[in-house]
């Protein structure tokens, strides 16, 4: 009869079978999964440097773009204002030399002054008087001398600030001398790219080099330039249009002056007129407003009356509900809302109170300057009288007579003026 050989060794049952393979099944999917995630994480890792690399690319591509044009537009103002500055260089020389004209052309006139003046000194007996003519002269000597210190001064002024405008430009010229530089590097670095061939490694490329500034630091350098610039050239402006000034004024000696006073004498009466019609004015208004603040004391008076008059029929309802008998004594809605009226009127009158003070003192403050302002009518008025009295008398003492009139730009509301040669070798303005 056959045997059945039996296997020797270890038993498994059918569960553990099973079980042994769902294991394997299950690493084996885990291990898929995971080599999965490990890919995709390769890939997005590949697709979102390749995008972050393009991206930086294009960034520093748009800033270099972005400083360039910035660099070349501070170039471009620097080249304009270097040729404002020459342009102010050359119109300032040219009006030191019309003072130091002007200046040599008073020698002339202030001799002949004095020796008029040394003539008259022979005279005799009663004929040395201090007339009118001996005065004049004086007086005409007075003014040369003060319009040679006044064409000298301008004219050291003036070489001061040709001096200045030189340093200004100076700065300028290197500034613009440095944008010139920075923006050859930068569409240098701009036209590179992974094709060129002058790309390598550099050692330690990101470090902060000696003497950077920072972007405010650079930007406020070539404002401050450009500002130091512009208030050069305003200042040789204004010294400009005043030499031409002084000259013009020292050519029209006492008339000008006579001109000059009758001009302030007017203009003095046109303040006062102005003046005295705003006082005017203001004494209407206060008294409007000094009728209308009475009439709202008035109201508060009688509104704090009514208001009273609501808080005793209050105390008299809640004094009266006190005697109330027995369970009827209790704090209904009525209790509490009369208390909340007595509340609410006491508030309303202690501030109806308050702003009747208020308005009382604010009268009195109307009051008082009411009186100011009147008294000050009556000042303006008198003073108004004794101007135009002097007025009345200067006309009769007033010569006409031709006077300097600088012709003024619309446009930018400054005064220009043309230099032109007299036949004695004076410089006029016309």
Request: hydrophobic share 35%; aromatic share 4%; charged share 35%.
């Given at each position: 009869?056959?045997?059945?050989?039996?296997?020797?060794?270890?038993?498994?049952?059918?569960?553990?079978?099973?079980?042994?393979?769902?294991?394997?099944?299950?690493?084996?999917?885990?291990?898929?999964?995971?080599?999965?995630?490990?890919?995709?994480?390769?890939?997005?890792?590949?697709?979102?440097?390749?995008?972050?690399?393009?991206?930086?690319?294009?960034?520093?591509?748009?800033?270099?773009?972005?400083?360039?044009?910035?660099?070349?537009?501070?170039?471009?103002?620097l080249d304009k204002r270097l040729a404002d500055v020459d342009a102010e260089i050359d119109a300032l020389a040219k009006v030191k030399e019309a003072a130091e004209c002007a200046l040599q052309a008073k020698n002339v006139p202030l001799e002949?002054?004095?020796?008029?003046?040394?003539?008259?000194?022979?005279?005799?007996?009663?004929?040395?008087?201090?007339?009118?003519?001996?005065?004049?002269?004086?007086?005409?000597?007075?003014?040369?001398?003060?319009?040679?210190?006044?064409?000298?001064?301008?004219?050291?002024?003036?070489?001061?600030?040709?001096?200045?405008?030189?340093?200004?430009?100076?700065?300028?010229?290197?500034?613009?001398?440095?944008?010139?530089?920075?923006?050859?590097?930068?569409?240098?670095?701009?036209?590179?790219?992974?094709?060129?061939?002058?790309?390598?490694?550099?050692?330690?490329?990101?470090?902060?080099?000696?003497?950077?500034?920072?972007?405010?630091?650079?930007?406020?350098?070539?404002?401050?330039?450009?500002?130091?610039?512009?208030?050069?050239?305003?200042?040789?402006?204004?010294?400009?249009?005043?030499?031409?000034?002084?000259?013009?004024?020292?050519?029209?000696?006492?008339?000008?002056?006579?001109?000059?006073?009758?001009?302030?004498?007017?203009?003095?009466?046109?303040?006062?007129?102005?003046?005295?019609?705003?006082?005017?004015?203001?004494?209407?208004?206060?008294?409007?407003?000094?009728?209308?603040?009475?009439?709202?004391?008035?109201?508060?008076?009688?509104?704090?009356?009514?208001?009273?008059?609501?808080?005793?029929?209050?105390?008299?309802?809640?004094?009266?509900?006190?005697?109330?008998?027995?369970?009827?004594?209790?704090?209904?809605q009525v209790q509490y809302g009369l208390t909340d009226e007595v509340h609410q009127l006491e508030g309303t009158i202690r501030a109806l109170k308050q702003k009747l003070t208020e308005s009382q003192n604010a009268l009195d403050a109307l009051?008082?300057?009411?009186?100011?302002?009147?008294?000050?009518?009556?000042?303006?008025?008198?003073?108004?009288?004794?101007?135009?009295?002097?007025?009345?008398?200067?006309?009769?003492?007033?010569?006409?007579?031709?006077?300097?009139?600088?012709?003024?730009?619309t446009f930018k509301g400054t005064a220009t003026h043309a230099l032109s040669p007299l036949k004695n070798g004076q410089l006029e303005l016309a």
């Open positions: 009869m056959a045997t059945l050989s039996v296997k020797l060794g270890q038993r498994f049952t059918v569960p553990e079978w099973r079980t042994n393979s769902h294991l394997i099944s299950a690493d084996a999917e885990h291990q898929r999964s995971a080599s999965h995630q490990v890919r995709q994480a390769g890939r997005t890792l590949r697709n979102e440097a390749d995008n972050q690399t393009k991206w930086d690319e294009h960034d520093n591509q748009t800033r270099l773009a972005e400083r360039i044009s910035s660099v070349n537009r501070w170039r471009e103002i002949v002054s004095i020796e008029c003046l040394t003539l008259r000194e022979s005279r005799r007996a009663i004929d040395v008087v201090r007339d009118p003519v001996e005065e004049e002269l004086h007086k005409e000597v007075k003014v040369i001398e003060k319009a040679k210190r006044q064409l000298q001064r301008r004219v050291s002024e003036a070489f001061e600030q040709l001096c200045r405008l030189q340093e200004a430009r100076q700065q300028l010229s290197c500034d613009h001398r440095c944008k010139v530089e920075a923006l050859e590097l930068d569409r240098g670095c701009l036209s590179l790219s992974v094709s060129s061939p002058n790309i390598s490694f550099k050692v330690n490329p990101t470090r902060v080099p000696d003497g950077s500034t920072v972007l405010d630091e650079w930007e406020q350098n070539s404002r401050s330039n450009k500002e130091h610039a512009e208030a050069e050239m305003k200042a040789s402006t204004e010294l400009r249009e005043a030499t031409v000034l002084t000259i013009a004024q020292t050519n029209n000696e006492l008339e000008a002056q006579r001109v000059a006073t009758k001009f302030a004498l007017r203009k003095r009466i046109r303040d006062l007129e102005s003046a005295y019609n705003e006082l005017k004015w203001q004494e209407q208004n206060t008294l409007g407003e000094i009728a209308e603040m009475e009439e709202d004391i008035r109201r508060l008076e009688e509104n704090i009356q009514r208001k009273t008059k609501d808080l005793k029929v209050a105390h008299t309802r809640l004094e009266t509900r006190t005697y109330r008998p027995q369970m009827d004594l209790c704090r209904d009051y008082r300057q009411l009186h100011r302002i009147q008294m000050d009518i009556g000042y303006k008025a008198n003073s108004l009288e004794l101007d135009n009295k002097c007025m009345d008398n200067w006309r009769k003492l007033m010569v006409p007579a031709e006077t300097f009139v600088p012709e003024v730009d």
